[in-house]
């Protein structure tokens, strides 16, 4: 079995069904493990290496791991007990010397939660249960970076790792039938995924990049402490007519927008230093993004979101509604429901 093979994929469900296998959805890089010998590659999601990255991983699995075999996991970065999505994000640089930097100050650990392969035999045909007694027993001895990913087959203990674990920095529950073959590409997992709400202020927009008439996406902002207006994300999912309902429907905002706007500064770079705004240079290129459009921030609207990262959201949000009857000063941080923390090392312990 040679790289690239694509991974197993989940789709989105509502709630946790009863009479699967349950884990604990883990908040990292998806990643296929391939050993053969002294060999190590690191199979992104997408078939691309992410092995340049994460030097001090690759040597620690060519150590711990089965002489040849192929795992399926995700790799993560804990940082004071839980994960940090920022920090492992971070890890993906192009200047060899920041990746050496980075790999110091915070390395990186891998999470297995299935087997593709192990000695000369893929197993892939397998089902799930069958896999897991496989992983369980070529991974008997694995210690840190290398985990085991806890599961369960009792629904009320998938319920506790949902409501508890958020905390630790997971993002959810996956759920698999214990009878389920690895089919590479497929969504054949479900996934159950925390969902909240905020009211948040409209400052801006970008244009669709198709359509110049057509709004792309809604870009929201929440008030900090010493109140200033951060930007935390944005929401892009609407169908075609509604992007161009939207675009002039919002036409009025745009004038006189640009005065004052708290996202005014976005062109110099000391200001995204400062706060959070929109166009900030790209790690990649340096170019700035200047293909946004100013609104006066008078707008409230509803979003759904799943968590934060940091200050601003995770994910692309999700819109709901206009809030009318909500003024822009009272949508602060403050509304954002915190969730309780708890240490890693529980949620890896499964306890």
Known sequence: MLPPVKPMLAKPVATIPDGM???????????????????????????????????????????????????DGEIVVPVGGRLDFEALQARIHPAASRVRLLAEETPAEFVAFDLLALGDEAVLDRPLSARRQLLESALGAARGPLHLAPVTEDIEVARAWFERFEGAGLDGVVAKRPDLPYRPGERVMLKIKHERTADCVLAGLRPHRGDAAAVGSLLLGLYDGAGALQYVGASSSFPAERRRA????????????????????????????????????????????????????????????????????????????WRPDRTPGSCTYAQLEQPVRYDLGEALDGR
Do not use: N
Request: charged share 30%; with cysteine; proline share 6%.
């Open 21 to 71: 296998q349950y884990e604990a959805k883990w908040d990292g890089f998806r990643c296929l493990v391939f050993r053969d010998g002294d060999e190590i590659e690191l199979g992104s999601r997408t078939g691309k290496s992410l092995l340049r990255y994460f030097p001090e991983l690759a040597v620690a699995l060519r150590e711990l791991l089965p002489e040849r075999c192929v795992l």
């Open 246 to 321: 939207l675009m002039r429907e919002l036409a009025p905002l745009r004038t006189g927008a640009a005065e004052g706007h708290p996202w005014g500064r976005w062109e110099d770079a000391q200001a995204h230093e400062e706060g959070r705004m929109p166009g900030a240079p790209s790690r990649w290129s340096g170019q700035k993004d200047a293909s946004w459009v100013p609104l006066r921030p008078e707008r409230v609207c509803e979003v759904a979101y799943d968590h934060m990262e940091g200050d601003r959201f995770r994910h692309t949000v999700h819109f709901r509604r």
